[in-house]
Each structure stands twice: as C-alpha cells, then as structure tokens.
C-alpha cells in the first residue's frame, strides 16, 4: 500500500516537475536549425553500414521538416518562391539523401522546384547528378529542362528536353516540348505546358499544388490582358478610367464573365479582382491563392 | 542441464546406426530449442515488428514515400537485430555449455567436437531463419496495409531477405570462432567488428590501390580477402526501388557463403579440438 502511494504521489510529482521545467527552459536557438551539417554524403554513404536506403530516407524527411517548419509561420507561400526564408541547409540535405541513395528520385524533383529560387547552381549541379546516375529516368531531364527555362536559358532548356525525348519511354511531349522551347520559351503557352505536364506527372501534393496554382496564375495573367484592353476602350469612349466594377459590369455580364454583387470579375480562383480606380489598371485580391509573382 | 540429457539421449537412440549426420541433427534440434526459449529473442523479434508498424506513421512525414520507408526501415531493423541475435546468442552456444560443465557430459559420448559446433551452429541458423522470415512476413504485410492491396514490392524485397539471412548466417559462424577460444564479451565485440570492417571492404580494396608502401598494400589486400565481404550482401536499398537481385548474383554469394563458413566451422573445430576444459 505504501509503495503504491510513493509510486502514485512520485509521478504526480515528476509530471508536476514536467511542467515547470517547460516553462523554466530557455526557448531553442533558432539559428540552431541553421547548423551546416557535419556529415557529407560521400562520409554519410561510407559511414551507413549498407544501411544508406534508411539514411537517405532520414535525411529526405529532414528536407521537408526543415522547409515546412520555416514556411507554416508565413502565409501564402509558394514552395518555388522560398527565397526570403533562408533556407541554406536546403541543397546540403537534399545532396546527402541523393549521395546516400542515387535512385531516390523524389528529392531530385524538390531540388528542381524549390531550390533554384535558393541557389540554382546547386540544384542544376544535383539535377545533373541525379540524370548520371539514373540515365534512364527521363524525368529528370523534365527537371533540368525546368529550371534551365526558369532562368530563362531556353536554349539549354531546349536541348535538355532533346535529351530526355530520346530516353526510352520518354512520352511524346518531351519532343514537343523541345521544339516550343527553342521557339517560344518565353511564352505564356509554353508556361502553360510545362505546368500543365509537372501537375499531371508529379506524385508530390505539394508539387501539383504549386503546379496549380501557376496554371492559375497563367489564366488570370490572360484575363487581365483581356480586361485591360476593355479599360482602353472603355477609356477612348468615355475619355475616363473606371472608378469602379460598376461602370463596366455591363460589359462583364454581356461577355458572361462571373462577377460578384459589387460588379467584380472574378479570378480563376473565385475571389473579386481589385480594381485601382481611375488607373486603368487590376490588380489579384490579396488573399486570393493565386500567386501575385 | 534439460539440453544436455536431451542431446545425449537422442545421440544413445541413434547410435550407432544412423551416424553422424543424425548426432548433428539431434544437436541442431536441441539447440533450436533452447535459442527459442530465450526471451531476448522474442524482445527483439517484438520490437522489430513494433518498428516494422511504426514504419507506417514515419512514412507520413517522408513526401509520400511510406512503401521505401517501411522496406527500408523494416530490412534495415530486420539486419541490425538479426545480427544482435547472431552475435549474442550464437556467443553464448559455447560457452554456456563450458560454463554449466555440461559439455563434459555431451563428450562423454561418441559426439566428436565438430560435431558438436557444427549441430550448435545450424540449430542457431534454424532460429534465424524463423525470426528473418517472422520479420519478413511483417514488412510483406505493413506493406500490404498502405497499398490497400498487393504491392508490387513484396516478391522484389525476399531476394533481399534471403541476402540478409545469408549474411546473418556468416556473422554466426565468426561469433562461433570467436567463442571457441575467447571470452563472450570479447568475442561479441570483435564479432562486431567484423560486421563493420566487412561492410568496409571496398573501401578496403580502394585504400590498398591508394597507399604507396607494397607491404601495406599486401597487408590490406589480404585483410580484404581474409574478412567476409559483407558488403556483397547488402540489397535492402534496391530492393526499396523495386529491384531485386540477379539470380547469379545470388546463386555467386550463396557459394561464397557456404565456402567461407566451411572455411570458419573448419578453424573452429580446428581450435576447439585443441581446448582442454579441465
């Protein structure tokens, strides 16, 4: 009876204890996250024991906790515009999990869409790795081909395509693709096939997510072209800016564009454009999801 | 002292008719016994298939890569324990036996001492065997739980199962050398050590190419020769990505296997038959 009681009141106390300790511990180090990582991935592979398929996988689930712990305090973020938040221990990661297990293929695809907005020579450098070591995998040649287009080198971004379309089992647009991008990389319509290509190929929610909200993004660019012309018309005749959705809703309804009770066009998202009165200009509602950038 | 009369009764029913290969049996049989009968073995066996399940949770947080998870964490738990097994029991097959003075009363019959390390090995590999595929079964059946279904990974992931049962049964071997002559504590630890030098060794072979003096060279290019070449065994990662093991390739490390254990049962019964236990 005794020891019972001492066995009751004792973790009574401990949990007690528990809770004032939690409030007494001085708060983490934020840079502490920030600490380079010790191990290289050729010392990390060396050191596995033929147990580098778990590592690789530690070290992939460090990626994403390591980027989704920055990101869940900011809102409306895109996973290929992660810039600001400092994310230097991003490449150093993803290089280890790719060093320990050259066909884990899932980090190559984040290193092509999150890290060249962080640093684009480590992720072409991993890209390019990941095609050594997986010649068959065209899809890394997908990869590459993006971020080369990304930075706006549609030549590489071409011959990248060229490659990966000879690769067996590669599908037909790859070929397609080369061709549009030696002839209209820049484009708007080329835009739109790549994203339209990573939301159907990519098994990442996160990937597809970011894929739709830049094919989004691509309609709304469209439709506010569309209604700037309006504005100029609307300006030669009545030698005015709209002040508001009013002035011009007939317009809207006449051309069966969805609006809201105070006349607004609605982006491809649901959410009323802002109009900047007397501008001749739109603007994307702030909280809408579609990226401003 | 329930082994030792099980062992000597079994050898007096069949002797002398059936011979050898029944006295090895009936050591093997009886070993199996009292492995399973060890609760460090079900502990472990346990908290692989714990690990195994929680496998499933940790795939949640991997990017939806749980099927390389389980296959990866499942394996790679099944060699660790497996090979904590193999040291730590197959340490003891010996030395317990010295240690209760029962081994005098095993030798007091017509049971040569290779004999008996022979039967004492396969016994433990027996036990192995039923804990590799007890885990295997788990990492089928995790698997089969997140697919909703058959999983294509299943049939590529026992390939890898049965390179890590003939790894584990190469480490048993070297823990029965090393108990022969030496103490369990020490030789658990070099048994260790051969478990990691082994997965080393091409790192071995690359460092001999590199050092300038052609004695050292020697000395590590038969140091890579000498240890078992483990790293040949480890498939876990591939298997993960759906690839299994050509059958050559199988087939060539199941007969470096079987020709470095005979090479290892052989020293030990060499070094055993030389042990005087008075």
């Known amino acids: 009876m005794a020891l019972g009681l001492v066995v009751v009141i004792g973790m009574a106390c401990a949990a007690l204890l ?3 300790l939690d409030t007494l511990r001085p708060p983490p180090d934020p840079n502490a996250i920030d600490e380079s990582l010790y191990l290289d991935g050729k010392t990390a592979r060396r050191m596995s024991l033929g147990f580098n398929g778990l590592a690789a996988d530690w070290y992939w689930m460090r990626s994403l906790q390591y980027v989704g712990r920055k990101i869940i305090n900011v809102d409306n973020v895109q996973i290929d515009s992660l810039a600001r938040l400092n994310l230097k221990l991003l490449a150093p990661l993803l290089d280890t999990a790719t060093t320990l297990d050259p066909e884990f293929l899932d980090p190559y695809e984040y290193a092509a869409i999150v890290l060249p907005s962080i640093n684009v020579e480590e992720a072409i450098r991993i890209t390019k790795n990941g095609i050594d070591a997986n010649p068959n995998a065209w899809r890394l040649y997908q990869h590459l081909g993006y971020i080369y287009w990304q930075q706006q080198n549609y030549q590489a971004a071409s011959e ?11 599908p037909p647009w790859m070929e397609a693709m080369k061709a549009k991008m030696a002839a209209d990389g820049g484009s708007r319509s080329t835009a739109r096939e790549i994203y339209t290509r990573m939301y159907e190929q990519s098994a990442d929610d996160k990937v597809r997510d970011m894929a739709r909200k830049r094919l989004l993004q691509l309609d709304s660019l469209d439709q506010r072209d569309a209604f700037r012309k309006l504005f100029a018309a609307y300006q030669t005749r009545m030698g005015k ?3 508001s959705w009013k002035e011009i809703e007939p317009v809207f309804r006449a051309l069966r564009v969805p609006v809201d009770a105070s006349g607004a066009p609605l982006d491809p998202s649901g959410m009323p454009y802002v109009l900047r009165a007397g501008a001749c200009e739109v603007d994307l509602d702030p909280k809408s999801e579609i990226p401003a950038k | 002292m329930e082994t030792t009369a099980a062992i000597t009764q079994s050898i007096t029913h069949t002797e002398p008719r059936q011979g050898k290969l029944w006295r090895i049996a009936a050591i093997a049989r009886n070993a199996f016994r009292e492995a399973v009968r060890d609760r460090v073995l079900y502990n472990l066996v346990l908290f692989v298939l714990l690990l195994t399940g929680a496998s499933i949770f940790i795939g ?27 040291i730590f029991v197959g340490v003891g097959l010996v030395y317990k036996e010295i240690e209760r003075r029962t081994i005098y009363a095993v030798f007091s019959k017509p049971v040569g001492r290779g004999e008996f390390l022979v039967g004492k090995y396969l016994g433990l590999c027996l036990t192995l065997l039923v804990n590799v595929l007890v885990m295997g079964v788990g990492v089928s059946l995790a698997l089969l739980y997140v697919s909703g279904g058959w999983d294509p990974l299943i049939p590529t992931i026992w390939p890898a199962v049965l390179l890590i049962y003939m790894e584990l049964m190469l480490l048993t071997a070297v823990a029965l050398l090393f108990s022969s002559f030496s103490s369990p504590a020490l030789s658990a630890l070099l048994t260790f050590m051969v478990f990691i030098i082994g ?3 091409a790192d071995l072979k690359s460092l001999a190419v590199t050092l300038g003096s052609t004695s050292a060279r020697y000395l590590i290019t038969g140091l890579y020769y000498l240890l078992p ?12 990505h759906g690839r299994a093991p050509a059958a050559g390739f199988v087939f060539a490390t199941a007969l470096y296997a079987l020709v470095y254990i005979a090479v290892i049962l052989a020293a030990a019964t060499l070094v055993f038959s030389r042990r005087n236990f008075k």
């Open chain 1, 160 to 170: 990248t395509y060229g490659r990966g379309a000879q690769i067996a089992g590669a």
């Open chain 2, 229 to 240: 070449n483990l790293a040949n065994y480890s498939f876990i990662t591939p298997a993960a």
């Open chain 2, 199 to 201: 997965h080393f060794s």
């Open chain 2, 60 to 86: 949640e947080l991997s990017g939806g890569q749980e099927r390389k998870v389980i296959v990866d964490l499942g394996l790679s738990a099944m060699l660790l324990f497996g090979v904590f097994i193999a």
């Open chain 1, 241 to 243: 800016c709209p002040n």
């Open chain 1, 18 to 20: 528990v809770r004032r």
